[in-house]
């Protein structure tokens, strides 16, 4: 492997995903260097498949891009901010409607090859199994951190006790099993490219998949006591379990979605999302699940379209693990017993792509403030990533769980509006806010 020459002041990062890989490329674009640890592909974790850096484990989309939903204001914010993982992901972008998905390939292949080959920053492919003792350092080992790390960890924070949540991924499709004269191809509402497959399903079709679905076996879990699962992301299973409607409204909901050759909205619709940039794979949008595989067969092949598909990943159930941030963490992210470490990513709470991008990127401008002696920075709280850190890191919590980027954790308006226009007065504040910090901040800043 080749090793770069680090010099005295370095920081560590632990774990090379999506919140590792940024705060490495923001600390190493302000002329620091860094050794980063990733244990893939020695040692793989339950989900990822590759040995790449930032490896998208489930979707391909990165969400809405427009200022009307907080994934799209929260990118914006990125932009302003400078991430430079949002900046490979709009290179590495396929067609998704209002969304921004990339070719999952494309996108960490780009961020592996600028870490590797960026001169302050090494690569050490290793398991970290106890807290390294360098400071600053940069703990990103998300929600799949290996056992070893994550009872030393344990050890080090004060013992509290482990807190998991399980999420699951949705199954990838070829697009060639896919049988085209069954289903139609639209972006819901007609916004965007129209690159979703849509199948559509009438009454009784839906029944019976219902039905069969509800009934399915599923595998077991790794701890039996309590299926605790992340409200935002659901297993599909899990939602059919409570009711119809909630499938109707959730993953299967037809809204906006007329089939062109009936000119009508279809009872059902089951969305498969381009994965790839030649279009080869599809992703089952919204159909995380831990069916057993042959289950999976049996099940989804009920789906009109989807009578001989073949699958290239079937959807699995993994334990995510997080740590207590709103008794351990600052809202700068760094560990209040020890402030030379930052937490960053989906250990701390932060649930999400996108959210990994924006936690990883304040984490590595705090740790290069840090090691220059300057004050870290705490993001104005009526920005979403503001918002969500306050939430992470806010103590009065009794139950701690994770929480995506959202409008509902911003600061109320002074006045009442409707929907719409008040999302969009939030996005307007947020980013004015949001610009007016950089403004001020900007000799330390970069
Ligand atoms: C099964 C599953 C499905 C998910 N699906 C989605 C989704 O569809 N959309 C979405 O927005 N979010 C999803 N998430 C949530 C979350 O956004 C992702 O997990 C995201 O990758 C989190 O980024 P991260 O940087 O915190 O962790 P990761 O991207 O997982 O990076 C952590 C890295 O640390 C490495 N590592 C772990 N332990 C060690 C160690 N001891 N030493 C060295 N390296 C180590 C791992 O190999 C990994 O590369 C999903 C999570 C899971 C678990």
């Known amino acids: 492997m080749f090793t770069k020459s680090i010099k005295k002041k370095f920081v560590t990062i632990v774990g090379g995903g999506i919140s590792g890989s940024e705060a490495a490329l923001q600390i190493a674009s302000r002329g620091i260097e860094v050794i980063l640890y990733e244990m893939r592909p020695n040692k793989m974790t339950p989900a990822h498949r590759t040995g790449l850096l930032a490896e998208l484990v489930c979707s391909n989309s990165f969400r809405s891009t427009e200022l009307t939903r907080a994934p799209g204001v929260l990118k914006a914010e990125l932009e302003l901010l400078g991430s430079k993982l949002l900046s490979f992901a709009r290179d590495c972008s396929i067609g998704a409607g209002i969304s921004l998905a990339v070719d999952r390939v494309q996108f960490s292949e780009r961020v592996n090859k600028e870490i590797e080959s960026h001169p302050l920053i090494e690569v050490r492919r290793k398991e970290v199994v106890s807290l390294p003792e360098e400071r600053p350092l940069v703990i990103a080992t998300g929600p799949l951190t290996s056992k070893a790390f994550y009872n030393s960890l344990m050890d080090f924070l004060g013992g509290s006790d482990r807190l998991y949540f399980y999420d699951a991924v949705a199954p990838l499709i070829f697009k060639d099993s896919i049988d085209m004269t069954k289903v139609f191809k639209a972006s819901r509402y007609g916004k965007?490219?129209?690159?979703?497959?849509?199948?559509?399903?009438?009454?009784?079709?839906?029944?019976?998949?219902?039905?069969?679905?509800?009934?399915?076996?599923?595998?077991?879990?790794?701890?039996?006591?309590?299926?605790?699962?992340?409200?935002?992301?659901?297993?599909?299973?899990?939602?059919?379990?409570?009711?119809?409607?909630?499938?109707?409204?959730?993953?299967?909901?037809?809204?906006?979605?007329?089939?062109?050759?009936?000119?009508?909205?279809?009872?059902?619709?089951?969305?498969?999302?381009?994965?790839?940039?030649?279009?080869?794979?599809?992703?089952?949008?919204?159909?995380?699940?831990n069916l057993r595989y042959r289950e999976q067969e049996r099940v989804f092949k009920i789906i009109?379209?989807?009578?001989?598909?073949?699958?290239?990943?079937?959807?699995?159930?993994?334990?995510?693990?997080y740590i207590n941030s709103p008794q351990l963490l600052n809202p700068d992210l760094s560990f209040k017993k020890d402030p030379g470490i930052f937490f960053c990513g989906q250990i701390t709470g932060a649930e999400g792509y996108i959210e990994a991008m924006a936690t990883g990127?304040?984490?590595?401008?705090?740790?290069?403030?840090?090691?220059?002696?300057?004050?870290?920075?705490?993001?104005?709280?009526?920005?979403?990533?503001?918002?969500?850190?306050?939430?992470?890191?806010?103590?009065e919590h009794t139950n701690f769980q994770p929480m995506h980027g959202s409008f509902g954790l911003l600061p109320p308006l002074n006045k009442k509006y409707k929907k719409k226009e008040r999302f969009l007065l939030y996005a307007e504040r947020a980013l004015r806010d949001l610009k007016a910090f950089l403004e001020n901040i900007k000799d330390c800043y970069n």
């Open 304 to 321: 009109p379209g989807l009578n001989r598909a073949r699958f290239a990943r079937y959807g699995k159930m993994h334990l995510n693990t």
């Open 192 to 289: 965007g490219e129209g690159t979703y497959i849509n199948c559509p399903m009438n009454r009784e079709e839906f029944e019976v998949f219902y039905e069969t679905l509800i009934n399915a076996e599923k595998h077991p879990l790794e701890i039996e006591r309590e299926e605790k699962y992340f409200e935002a992301c659901l297993p599909l299973e899990e939602m059919a379990r409570r009711g119809k409607e909630t499938l109707l409204y959730g993953p299967l909901k037809p809204v906006g979605l007329v089939d062109p050759r009936t000119g009508k909205l279809p009872y059902a619709v089951v969305q498969l999302r381009q994965d790839d940039a030649c279009g080869s794979l599809f992703n089952m949008v919204g159909f995380q699940t």
């Open 361 to 395: 990127l304040l984490a590595g401008i705090n740790a290069s403030l840090r090691i220059r002696g300057k004050e870290t920075l705490i993001l104005p709280e009526t920005t979403i990533t503001g918002s969500l850190i306050r939430y992470i890191t806010n103590t």
